[in-house]
């Protein structure tokens, strides 16, 4: 069946230093991924969408790239700083019922 | 960006009671809406989807007659927890779509903490 997978384990890093989060897929190839962040107790906020015929996508410190050979998504955020500790969440696209399903999210913390 | 607002932010209630939950598209008209719930070091789980004008999708696993949705218009749409008991504590998160967009990115508000005592 086709499987979004994050690593569910938190991922913690010095302030400064590149956080990279990774969203794999299986059985299926998606034509985009989405990212996510969540913060505790509030809804999800949308950061950057990828295709799959883009390699790699930028928005201020955040980077995204799609390699459909390793059938894999990384989420980079450079010059990491303690307010960008959250949950972010990976989402393909939509089923046939235009609903969108999540990865389980990885929870991010920066360490000043 | 566009703007979902949700309401109540937190509601404690107690074991047997109703509890409402509306979700408001304020400066779009969302014919389709999504409701999720979310448990503690979770990810979001979708429960339902609500069309507006028309009854609720909703997912394997998720009691209709528990989880009760309305969508009468185009900005608002309500989900009613029934008889709630202390396992339906949870966070309930709605979201929309803009018009237009088929199948890129959500709009979501800020959730419902659910305490049921």
């Known amino acids: 069946s086709q499987k979004i997978e994050q690593n569910s384990e938190a991922l913690n890093i010095q302030e400064g230093k590149t956080a990279t989060l990774t969203c794999n897929y299986t059985?299926?190839?998606?034509?985009?991924l989405q990212w996510y962040r969540q913060d505790p107790g509030r809804g999800p906020v949308f950061l950057l969408l990828?295709?799959?015929?883009?390699k790699e996508k930028r928005k201020e410190r955040l980077k995204v790239t799609f390699d459909t050979t390793l059938k894999q998504s990384l989420f980079h955020i450079t010059a990491s700083q303690p307010a960008d500790s959250a949950t972010y969440l990976c989402?393909?696209?939509?089923?046939?019922?235009?609903?969108?399903?999540f990865g389980s999210g990885t929870r991010l913390s920066i360490r000043p | 960006g566009a703007v979902v607002s949700q309401h109540p932010s937190r509601v404690i209630c107690k074991s047997g009671t109703s509890v409402k939950i509306e979700c408001r598209s304020l400066?779009?008209?969302?014919?389709?809406m999504f409701w999720y719930r979310q448990f503690p070091k979770q990810s979001l789980m979708l429960m339902a989807t609500?069309?507006?004008?028309?009854?609720?999708?909703?997912e394997q696993g998720v009691e209709k007659d528990k989880f009760l949705i309305n969508h009468a218009s185009l900005t608002l749409s309500t989900l009613t927890v029934t008889s709630a008991h202390p396992e339906d504590s949870s966070f309930y998160i709605c979201?929309?779509?803009?018009?237009?967009?088929?199948?890129?990115?959500?709009?979501f508000g800020s959730g419902t903490q659910l305490s049921v005592l």
């Open positions: 990828i295709r799959e015929n883009e």
């Open positions: 059985n299926y190839s998606p034509a985009y």
């Open positions: 400066d779009f008209q969302a014919t389709t």
């Open positions: 979201s929309a779509r803009t018009p237009g967009q088929v199948s890129e990115k959500l709009f």
């Open positions: 989402a393909p696209p939509p089923s046939s019922a235009s609903k969108i399903i």
């Open positions: 609500s069309n507006e004008g028309s009854k609720a999708t909703y």
